[in-house]
């Protein structure tokens, strides 16, 4: 048996990937990398020039952007497999989603079949393979856990009936999402809604994800990134433009002529009240219709938050919708197969729960005499701004 | 004065609390050629207050306060009347709640439904139960309509058996066939009866989305109702169970006075009083039944355990 030299072997394999990443470096992925990146760097230059606002990162925050502060010198093969290092935004890791997990496939597809039932496969959406897309393998689809919230969110979108209008081709609509991670639901969305201008507002350091990301999966769509010149300008001309990235600190210069739909997803929940309010005032004074809004009134560490639906409800009409008993990252757990007498029973002992992430769809308030009027709790006339004394006349 | 495409009675009574929000839920509606007439049936709060902070700000809403408490089928019945009296060529009508929330889009969705479809009398929506809160409570998204459905008795038979009045009621109607059935009844289950009689005039159309938000307190029952319906003074027909008294409500409406025609002919009245009877009849002793499975047959059962194996455990210890 001949065998072979193993010096040679070892340059074989060497030359093997050092051809793999020239090849990965002329990608189009990675192209698209680098000019985001340029995008990202002017922008951070941008906002250094600019004076201290109230939508500087958090501490926490500080902290999570700099866990992946290597991605501002990004290889070529962290760029191939960009989906598996979005675990910095969204918390999902690939190992998790192995082949030999099928307990958890199987409760993944379980939840799948539910929400297909309530919302059609019309919306449904799985994650792409492309740049490092994972997920658990069901009738030839990926599928994960923020596939399936993305596609909760759009049910609900639908079920309160703020999606049919941005479905419609006739009139071109611009989506603000505040805080997109790494695109994950922008893909979607424009996936389900083509005529959509979709603007993400975020740290400059996401869009190293999400511009990257959505221009490599959107190769013919209009990208922009403002990191010169003025906003305003950006702006005039977003009809013919499909995705445009904004720091998150040129909030206040954000005023397109027209929003129709506010979204943010887990994000408000880790904010202080003053940063959510500021959204949630900006979204309203721009006229926006709907702000939705998928979070926690407050995450159990953030103690500098009151509640994000109390702060919703400052200017938009909360309604929850109800998609799923339990909240996105938790599985049903054959919750959903308990019927009869004997279920009814057994219900005693059960305890009730309630999903603590809410899907709400705040609809644009009125503004009473130039006040708005506080959120409903119950109370009576002097709580919608009335001169004193005017409500027992 | 120009009239509107559609105006909307707002029957109030002590909600002052959510009323603001729901108000400001109407005047936000993206179908505008509207009119919200505010029937305060004497509130004891400040209703009035907050509906003229609003009338000051909004022209299309108006308030109106009666001489005396009139229940709630008068005070409904009022509201229609007023709308009629203002704007006699407003085509659709609609009741709404004082104290629930309504999508922007609900209207324009409704009227878009009775617009393209002539056959139809009455469209509503998907709906949501909120509690007091405004916490979700269940999935929502009930469903039931009589689209398509060409033939009047099939559509009267679907409607008494499956209908659920209690939400009808507040969809959009077309103004003249409620006017012709004669508004609502001074009956128990007023709600039911009108769309009982309605259904043989027309189709019913709903919309899948959620564009209602309505608000539940406290648990239905015949007497709080009857309280409610009637105010302080109750008939004595109001204690006539209501599938004895509805039938023949019908009936008489049908047969002698004829409301019903040309569509509904007297004899065919008669039948359709028949028919009302029977499903009546039944549905209100399976719900009998059902209540008796859901709230007593559990805790018999439980007792029934309990007591045999009280009886095992000393049958065991005798021997």
Redesign the interface.
């Known amino acids: 048996m001949q065998e072979t030299p193993p010096r040679k072997q070892s340059s074989e394999f060497t030359e093997a990937v050092q051809g793999r990443i020239a090849a990965l470096r002329n990608s189009v992925a990675f192209q698209n990398y680098e000019q985001v990146r340029d995008h990202v760097l002017r922008m951070k230059d941008l906002e250094a020039r600019r004076s201290e606002t109230v939508l500087k990162p958090s501490a926490y925050w500080r902290e999570e952007l700099e866990n992946f502060e290597y991605m501002l010198d990004a290889h070529p093969l962290i760029i191939n497999k960009l989906r598996h290092h979005s675990h910095h935004v969204t918390g999902l890791r690939v190992y998790d989603y192995r082949s030999n997990k099928d307990s958890v496939r199987e409760l993944l597809a379980e939840k799948l079949e539910v929400l297909v039932k309530m919302g059609g496969h019309d919306l449904l959406v799985p994650e792409p393979r492309d740049m490092g897309g994972f997920g658990f393998e069901i009738e030839g689809q990926l599928y994960n856990i923020d596939t399936l919230k993305f596609y909760e969110v759009l049910i609900a979108m639908q079920r309160s009936s703020v999606l049919p209008d941005l479905r419609k081709p006739a009139d071109r609509k611009l989506v603000w999402e505040i805080g997109a991670g790494w695109g994950g639901f922008a893909y979607q969305f424009k996936t389900i809604c083509s005529n959509v201008t979709y603007v993400i507002m975020d740290f400059p350091e996401l869009f190293l994800f999400s511009g990257t990301y959505l221009k490599t999966m959107f190769p013919q769509a209009r990208v922009e990134f403002f990191d010169h010149g003025s906003l305003g300008k950006l702006l005039g001309q977003w009809r013919d433009i499909d995705f445009l990235f904004v720091p998150n600190t040129f909030l206040d210069d954000f005023s397109p002529d027209q929003v129709d739909l506010a979204i943010n997803m887990v994000s408000f929940q880790e904010m202080t009240s003053d940063q959510v309010r500021a959204y949630v005032e900006r979204a309203h004074e721009l006229q926006s219709p709907y702000l939705y809004s998928l979070n926690r009134d407050r995450s159990p560490y953030n103690h500098e938050l009151l509640s994000v639906s109390k702060i919703i409800a400052e200017r938009f009409l909360p309604r929850q919708i109800p998609v799923l008993p339990v909240s996105y990252p938790k599985m049903l757990n054959k919750l959903t197969k308990a019927r009869g007498l004997r279920a009814r029973l057994k219900k005693k002992k059960k305890k009730v729960t309630r999903p603590d992430y809410k899907h709400i769809v705040g609809c644009h308030r009125m503004t009473l005499n130039g006040r708005h009027i506080p959120g409903n709790t119950g109370e009576t006339a002097p709580s919608l701004g009335l001169p004193p004394g005017r409500a027992s006349e | 004065m120009n009239s509107p495409v559609v105006t909307v009675g707002i029957p109030l009574y002590n909600h ?3 009323l ?2 729901t108000l ?2 109407l ?2 509606q ?1 179908f505008s050629d509207c009119r919200f007439i505010a029937v305060d049936d004497c509130s004891t ?2 209703s009035r ?2 509906v003229e ?2 009338v ?2 909004d022209g299309r809403l108006s308030y109106e306060c009666n001489s005396r408490r009139l229940g709630m089928i008068g005070n409904w019945r009022r509201c229609f009347e007023v709308a009629r009296e203002r704007y006699p060529q407003a085509r659709y009508f609609a009741w709404a709640s004082d104290h629930d ?1 309504y ?3 609900a209207l324009e ?1 409704l009227v878009g439904q009775l617009d393209n479809h002539p056959e139809a009398v009455l469209a509503y929506s998907s709906h ?1 139960k ?1 509690s ?1 809160t ?3 409570r ?4 009930w469903k039931f309509d009589t689209a398509g459905i060409t033939s009047r008795n099939k559509r009267f038979v679907e409607t008494t058996w499956r209908m659920s009045a209690g939400n009808m009621i507040y969809g959009l109607f077309r103004s003249d066939a409620l006017l012709k059935v004669g508004v609502f009844r001074k009956i128990l289950l007023p709600d039911r009866f009108l769309i009982a009689e309605i259904s043989l005039q027309g189709e019913f159309r709903q919309v899948r ?3 209602w ?1 309505r608000r539940h307190e406290g648990v239905f029952s015949l007497g709080r109702q009857r309280q409610s319906l009637f105010g302080l003074k109750q008939p004595w027909w109001a204690h006539i169970p209501w599938w004895i008294s509805q039938p023949k409500a019908l009936g008489w409406n049908l047969c002698v006075r004829g409301t019903g025609r040309p569509k509904v002919s007297r004899l065919y009245g008669f039948f359709y009083a028949i028919e009302y009877f029977f499903v009546s009849t039944v549905l209100h002793f399976a719900r009998g039944i059902r209540r008796f ?2 709230r007593h ?2 805790r018999y ?2 007792n029934a355990k309990e007591f045999f194996s009280r009886q095992s455990r000393n049958t065991a210890a005798g021997s």
Do not use: C, F, M, N
């Open positions: 002052a609390g959510w603001a929000e400001e839920s005047l936000t993206t709060d400040d207050q907050v902070s609003y000051a700000i929330l999508h922007p889009r969705e949501l909120i007091e405004g916490e979700p269940g999935q929502g998204g989305e959620l564009l938000y499975q859901k047959l559990p059962i439980e």
